[in-house]
């Protein structure tokens, strides 16, 4: 593709040097170099928009999908899998904190210090209603107990 741009645009590298008054080839070099990254800017900025608008609809799945840790992390990495185990616990207690505060009816999305602690350890917790959050809490246990055996049948 340069090749061809190259051999479309020579012809004007003469004329944009006597423009530019540079006799100099490797400042010429430079300045033909330069002309063709403006105008790929021009040919390519009007169809920005287009062009995220399609990568976000390509990884904006992936992007919605909670990313558990325990799906990133595999199981037969020992350290790796308690430190995941141990940070999903963390993570657990944290919801489950959340949760109490909302059956006293103590809002812990207003509670500074349970979004700072969350936020510090990189745990994304919900403030869903308590029905929400119990159902959404069982649902891990259930995922690290699975994931706890799967750790348990690796060989040493």
């Given at each position: ?80 899998a308690l430190f ?19 059956l006293l009816a ?30 959404n809490l069982k ?18």
């Amino acid at each position: 593709m340069n090749s061809v741009a190259f051999f479309v645009l020579l012809p004007l590298l003469a004329q944009l040097l006597l423009i530019l008054r540079i006799r100099d080839p490797l400042y010429g070099l430079v300045a033909f170099q330069s002309t063709f990254n403006f105008l790929g800017l021009l040919v390519f900025v009007p169809f920005l928009h287009a062009f995220s608008d399609s990568i976000e609809r390509l990884f904006a799945r992936s992007a919605l999908k909670s990313q558990d840790i325990l799906e990133t992390v595999p199981a037969n990495i020992t350290d790796a899998a308690l430190f995941a185990l141990q940070k999903k616990a963390i993570g657990m207690e944290l919801q489950a904190i959340g949760n109490g505060m909302h059956l006293l009816a103590l809002h812990p999305e207003n509670n500074t210090q349970l979004v700072n602690i969350a936020s510090v350890l990189g745990i994304k917790i919900g403030f869903e209603d308590f029905r929400q959050g119990y159902e959404n809490l069982k649902a891990e246990e259930s995922n690290v107990a699975q994931y706890a055996l799967d750790m348990q049948l690796q060989p040493l």
